[in-house]
């Protein structure tokens, strides 16, 4: 099993900056994929940006060139570091792990105009 715990949601105004932090424990063994997803309120899972097992990082195209995705592999940590951010980047921002076999829990970004 593997657990995951994010932090760093919150709430800010158009156009400022949040770090999301993720952090995995429990069995891992070795370098996992690991990534983002967002869901706002009425809407479905979507990805926000995720990072191979290589190393090799995707964005969505909604958040390419403001959000950065990076790891800490030795802590199994990853972070989402959000700029420039918009009303509709609100959303709960959750955590995965190995391709989506394991959760976090989530937590809040709320973005005002």
């Known amino acids: 099993q593997v657990q995951l715990v994010e932090s760093g949601g919150g709430l800010v105004q158009a156009g400022g900056s949040l770090r999301l932090s993720c952090a995995a424990s429990?069995?891992?063994?070795?370098?996992?994929?690991m990534g983002w997803y967002r869901q706002a309120p009425g809407k479905q899972r979507e990805l926000v940006a995720n990072?191979?097992?290589?190393?090799?990082?995707n964005y969505a195209d909604i958040v390419k060139g403001r959000f950065t995705n990076s790891r800490e592999n030795a802590k199994n940590l990853v972070y989402l570091q959000m700029n420039s951010l918009k009303p509709e980047d609100t959303a709960v921002y959750y955590c995965?792990?190995?391709?989506?076999?394991?959760w976090g829990k989530g937590t809040l970004v709320t973005v005002s105009s």
């Open positions: 995965e792990f190995g391709g989506m076999d394991y």
């Open positions: 429990g069995s891992i063994l070795s370098i996992n994929a």
């Open positions: 990072i191979t097992s290589e190393g090799i990082i």
